[in-house]
T-cell receptor, first 112, second 114 residues
Framework: AQSVTQLGSHVSVSEGALVLLRCNYS??????LFWYVQYPNQGLQLLLK??????LVKGINGFEAEFKKSETSFHLTKPSAHMSDAAEYFC??????????FGDGTTLTVKP | DTGVSQNPRHKITKRGQNVTFRCDPI?????LYWYRQTLGQGPEFLTY????????KSRLLSDRFSAERPKGSFSTLEIQRTEQGDSAMYLC????????????FGDGTRLSIL
């Protein structure tokens, strides 16, 4: 069984500030981990993924995430928030068969 | 890569009616997934196909739900005798290969039950 917990359903930052969105997972096998972003009335878009190898993963739009096995975490960060980053963010853990379990999401608000 | 296409984008229907949604995946993708998303929650897995074979169904998928993927191309999700609780966004995704590959999502079909 696998599960995902996203700490903080809402995060608010000022434009230019650090963005940190937290994700902890539970998986009985080595996980594949993903972050997706969702804009209103749209599907999910891939930000980045961790499969194997380097634990610091870089994604699109300046986002990155670090896989920490000992902490079962995969937190998403961005050094400087932009207004266009305002959206909902989902962390997901996926089995080798491709079945994904998503967290409940974190809504990011960026204040001018 | 034309992306995953879902139709219709919105469906409003009366309780008790049947509805059918269509998903056209990215053409070379062999895996296709259906998810349901309600407000304030992440997508919940419903079912997935590898080519034309339906490999797994969630217990969320009651007997009123059925999905097909004839010839391993497009897929349909049908809900019979709709109920208020079926109101949600239904998302389709496709991928090439197994779990390490990201899923590409369509924009979803929003179902509203009157």
């Amino acid at each position: 069984a696998q599960s995902v917990t996203q700490l903080g359903s809402h995060v608010s930052v000022s434009e230019g500030a650090l963005v940190l969105l937290r994700c902890n997972y539970s998986s009985s096998v080595p996980p594949y981990l993903f972050w997706y972003v969702q804009y209103p009335n749209q599907g999910l878009q891939l930000l980045l993924k961790y499969t194997t190898g380097a634990t610091l993963v870089k994604g699109i739009n300046g986002f990155e995430a670090e896989f920490k096995k000992s902490e079962t975490s995969f937190h998403l960060t961005k050094p400087s928030a932009h207004m266009s980053d305002a959206a909902e963010y989902f962390c997901a853990v996926t089995t080798n068969a491709g079945k994904s379990t998503f967290g409940d999401g974190t809504t990011l608000t960026v204040k001018p | 890569d034309t992306g995953v296409s879902q139709n219709p984008r919105h469906k409003i229907t009366k309780r008790g009616q049947n509805v059918t949604f269509r998903c056209d995946p990215i053409s070379e993708h062999n895996r296709l997934y259906w998810y349901r998303q309600t407000l304030g929650q992440g997508p919940e897995f419903l079912t997935y196909f590898q080519n034309e074979a339906q490999l797994e169904k969630s217990r969320l998928l009651s007997d009123r739900f059925s999905a097909e993927r004839p010839k391993g191309s497009f897929s349909t999700l049908e809900i019979q005798r709709t109920e208020q609780g079926d109101s949600a966004m239904y998302l389709c995704a496709s991928s090439l290969g197994e779990g390490g590959q990201p899923q590409h999502f369509g924009d979803g079909t929003r179902l509203s039950i009157l």
